[in-house]
């Protein structure tokens, strides 16, 4: 996924500023896409320059509404259904995992208990944005709840797994 796209598909529904960009992406994307004010207004330039959206209103202070064109909607849709998603296959995580052998079974642990900890601190924080958005029937809440289902499901998973394999650690030591 890109920045590009993930704008693209925020603009969808209706027209959008920066500003409307961002708070979009601080209570949706922002566990599955991460991005910064600075990212967010240089792509918003760089996508009206190339025609995939257009400046559909201006108001005070250069605030500008950006909108979805036929060709942002075009890209869009490509990149949807005939490009393979980028499947990263590195992961720090289990590759520290894979080398936990230097440690003493005890250090293993506690590493394995800190990512169980951790996984379930962003779980707490998934459920708390759950709670807090006003989920309706339009796309953007229907495949972002989809979006935050998977991410809970993946955190609950990451905990359990690292709960057990502290356990395997532990048992070996015995």
């Not at 992961?91 to 080398?99: K, M």
């Amino acid at each position: 996924m890109s920045l590009r796209h993930a704008l693209l598909g925020l603009l969808v529904e209706r027209p959008a500023s920066g500003y409307d960009l961002m708070k979009l992406f601080e209570t949706s994307l922002a566990n599955v896409w991460p991005a910064t004010q600075s990212q967010v207004y240089g792509e918003l330039g760089r996508l009206a320059d190339t025609g995939l959206l257009e400046v559909a209103a201006e108001g005070p202070r250069g605030r500008k509404e950006y909108a979805l064109t036929d060709e942002g909607l075009a890209e869009l849709r490509h990149w949807l259904t005939e490009t393979e998603p980028d499947r990263v296959r590195r992961s720090e995580t289990l590759l520290r995992v894979f080398f936990l052998g230097v440690l003493t079974p005890v250090e293993a642990c506690a590493y394995l208990g800190n990512e169980a900890s951790r996984a379930a601190d962003h779980r707490a924080s998934l459920k708390e944005l759950e709670a807090a958005v006003d989920w309706g029937d339009d796309q953007p809440s229907v495949y972002g709840r989809l979006a935050l289902e998977y991410g809970l499901r993946f955190t609950a998973m990451q905990e359990e797994w690292a709960r057990w394999a502290a356990d395997q650690v532990a048992g070996r030591a015995r």
